[in-house]
């Protein structure tokens, strides 16, 4: 298949067809699907252990002292491209007498303006935000635009539970913060071709993906207690004792709001003299990336390469009894979330005409949305994506051995999953020729280390950038673009 690196092994710790091992990440090693990684017996004595000891507690408490924007993930851990890093940092100080640089603090930019001139507005009504980190040298003028990822609600109770946390309000956001060990670094080492680029983290606190435009008055009884699992009378009347009381909480659902806002930001700091853009995200994020690549294409200068890379975002949409609970909340969101403008137009005109019947939703499910988006983009997605492998299949990965049946719904999930992205990808309709690397290890985003033939993600996302990408994306007709760009005047 064009532009794909995919390797084969089934659970992610053996050895694919040709003998070259699938997967050499920290991953693999730490989330084997059937047996429990062996351990060989060293002797240390009581003097090394002390070291050790000394060393983990100053790792510790250096790591406490700094907030991290879409830190590692405990399911991941570090890769061997960073522990290769603190290796060479270790070296350069002890021959040059030098100590390596710190890696750059994103600041924070809340956008409070535009709760006014957008309605740019988390679940709670505070402002939307991103991170930054200005672009130096040959990255001045490139720009890496990163949509954070988090889920999304699935009822009116579950968004005002949802409010009260940063995924639903930017009041309790730091000033700066770090961003993590992978695409996003600022190491050239970790991250070869992006590491010195602009580097924009937007904060995702609407629910829906960046995506939606709609406001909702949600009555919630006065017992009901943040995170309590209450329930509402649908019927309950709005009244002044109501309102004097708090109950009455207006939710906002502005994902539109929020990604034009940020945008229009971006411009004003040098988006629009931009000479390399990639647009990212994770998980809901990578959702977003999928929905939105073209709208942001629009917006950047004809001139400018842009790509997309969505990371871990593409969802099986399944008509089975397994798949259920997924389908119906997805609907939800984006019934109640107004989110039908903010789809692709040809999705949407093929899903809703469809028998009369209105499934514009399914464009909400990236195996949908591939075929009709138009600018080119770069497919990071594991087979055996850990977040699906739990929500949908209701399997934990933290058991030491999981019961046959439980093997089989996870190598037919992952099958499953890898026929379908494989279709999406290479549809004959397709406007875009795309690529991909699909991997069989168990994780959910940011796993930047992952070898796939020889290749890491880094290197084949490099590779495929500097092929496939043309500056003036020619297969890009913006005339055609109507993907509704909501200003909010």
């Given at each position: 298949?064009?532009?794909?690196?995919?390797?084969?092994?089934?659970?992610?710790?053996?050895?694919?067809?040709?003998?070259?091992?699938?997967?050499?990440?920290?991953?693999?090693?730490?989330?084997?699907?059937?047996?429990?990684?062996?351990?060989?017996?060293?002797?240390?004595?009581?003097?090394?252990?002390?070291?050790?000891?000394v060393?983990g507690?100053v790792?510790?408490?250096?790591?406490?002292?700094?907030?991290?924007?879409?830190?590692?993930?405990?399911?991941?851990?570090?890769?061997?491209?960073?522990?290769?890093?603190?290796?060479q940092q270790?070296?350069?100080q002890?021959?040059?007498?030098?100590?390596?640089?710190?890696?750059?603090?994103?600041?924070?930019?809340?956008?409070?303006?535009?709760?006014?001139?957008?309605?740019?507005?988390?679940?709670?009504?505070?402002p939307?935000?991103?991170?930054?980190?200005?672009?130096?040298?040959?990255?001045?003028h490139?720009?890496?635009?990163?949509?954070?990822?988090?889920?999304?609600?699935?009822?009116?109770?579950?968004?005002?539970?949802?409010?009260?946390?940063?995924?639903?309000?930017?009041?309790?956001?730091?000033?700066?913060?770090?961003?993590?060990?992978?695409?996003?670094?600022a190491d050239?080492?970790?991250n070869?071709?992006?590491?010195?680029?602009?580097?924009?983290?937007?904060k995702?606190?609407?629910?829906?993906?960046?995506?939606?435009?709609?406001?909702?008055?949600?009555?919630?009884p006065?017992?009901?207690?943040?995170?309590?699992?209450?329930?509402?009378?649908?019927?309950?009347?709005?009244?002044?004792?109501?309102n004097?009381?708090?109950?009455v909480?207006?939710?906002?659902f502005?994902g539109?709001?929020?990604?034009?806002?940020?945008?229009?930001?971006?411009?004003?700091?040098?988006?629009?003299?931009?000479?390399?853009?990639?647009?990212?995200?994770?998980?809901?994020?990578?959702l977003a990336?999928?929905?939105?690549?073209?709208w942001?294409?629009?917006?950047?200068?004809?001139?400018?390469?842009?790509?997309?890379?969505?990371?871990?975002?593409?969802?099986?949409?399944?008509?089975?009894?397994?798949?259920?609970?997924?389908h119906?909340?997805?609907?939800?969101?984006?019934?109640?979330?107004?989110?039908?403008?903010?789809?692709?137009?040809?999705?949407?005109?093929?899903?809703?005409?469809?028998?009369?019947?209105?499934?514009?939703?399914?464009?909400?499910?990236?195996?949908?949305?591939?075929?009709f988006?138009?600018?080119?983009?770069?497919i990071?997605?594991?087979?055996?994506?850990?977040w699906?492998?739990?929500?949908?299949?209701?399997?934990?990965?933290?058991?030491?051995?999981?019961?046959?049946?439980?093997?089989?719904f996870?190598?037919?999930?992952?099958q499953?999953?890898a026929?379908?992205?494989?279709?999406?990808?290479?549809?004959?309709?397709?406007?875009?020729?795309?690529?991909?690397?699909?991997?069989?290890?168990?994780?959910?985003?940011?796993?930047?280390?992952?070898?796939?033939?020889g290749?890491?993600?880094?290197?084949?996302?490099?590779?495929f950038?500097?092929?496939?990408?043309?500056?003036?994306?020619n297969?890009?007709?913006?005339?055609?673009?109507?993907?509704?760009?909501?200003?909010?005047?």
């Amino acid at each position: 298949k064009r532009g794909m690196l995919r390797s084969h092994s089934p659970f992610a710790h053996g050895n694919n067809s040709n003998g070259t091992s699938a997967c050499t990440s920290h991953n693999c090693q730490h989330h084997q699907l059937h047996t429990k990684p062996m351990v060989p017996s060293v002797a240390l004595s009581w003097k090394a252990v002390l070291v050790l000891f000394v060393v983990g507690l100053v790792l510790l408490l250096a790591c406490c002292m700094n907030t991290t924007v879409g830190g590692t993930s405990p399911t991941t851990g570090d890769s061997p491209l960073l522990l290769l890093r603190l290796h060479q940092q270790q070296q350069l100080q002890n021959s040059q007498g030098t100590t390596p640089l710190e890696p750059p603090l994103a600041q924070l930019h809340l956008l409070t303006d535009s709760v006014e001139t957008h309605g740019a507005m988390c679940i709670d009504g505070s402002p939307a935000a991103y991170y930054f980190i200005p672009g130096v040298g040959e990255g001045e003028h490139k720009w890496l635009v990163y949509h954070e990822g988090g889920g999304w609600c699935f009822s009116h109770k579950d968004c005002f539970n949802r409010s009260y946390t940063p995924r639903g309000s930017s009041t309790t956001y730091p000033p700066q913060a770090l961003l993590r060990n992978d695409y996003l670094s600022a190491d050239p080492i970790i991250n070869p071709m992006m590491y010195n680029w602009n580097k924009v983290y937007m904060k995702y606190c609407d629910g829906g993906s960046f995506s939606g435009n709609a406001t909702v008055t949600y009555v919630a009884p006065r017992y009901l207690a943040v995170g309590s699992s209450a329930s509402v009378d649908a019927d309950a009347s709005i009244t002044d004792s109501d309102n004097e009381s708090g109950a009455v909480t207006i939710l906002q659902f502005q994902g539109a709001a929020i990604r034009t806002a940020i945008r229009d930001s971006l411009l004003t700091r040098g988006l629009q003299e931009a000479t390399d853009v990639v647009i990212s995200g994770c998980s809901a994020g990578g959702l977003a990336t999928f929905l939105h690549l073209d709208w942001w294409r629009a917006a950047i200068p004809s001139t400018a390469r842009v790509v997309g890379l969505p990371d871990s975002g593409f969802f099986l949409n399944q008509p089975t009894k397994l798949h259920k609970r997924l389908h119906d909340q997805m609907k939800w969101v984006y019934q109640e979330m107004a989110i039908g403008k903010d789809v692709p137009s040809e999705c949407l005109k093929k899903h809703s005409s469809n028998n009369n019947n209105n499934d514009g939703w399914k464009c909400m499910w990236a195996q949908h949305l591939i075929p009709f988006i138009r600018t080119p983009m770069f497919i990071l997605q594991s087979a055996y994506d850990t977040w699906q492998i739990r929500n949908i299949l209701g399997i934990s990965l933290e058991e030491e051995a999981q019961p046959a049946q439980q093997h089989r719904f996870i190598t037919d999930y992952g099958q499953q999953l890898a026929d379908t992205l494989l279709t999406a990808k290479d549809a004959e309709d397709s406007l875009s020729a795309h690529g991909l690397f699909l991997d069989s290890c168990a994780h959910h985003c940011g796993a930047w280390g992952i070898v796939v033939n020889g290749k890491n993600q880094a290197q084949a996302f490099t590779e495929f950038y500097n092929s496939h990408a043309t500056h003036n994306n020619n297969n890009l007709n913006n005339n055609n673009l109507n993907n509704n760009d909501h200003d909010h005047d």
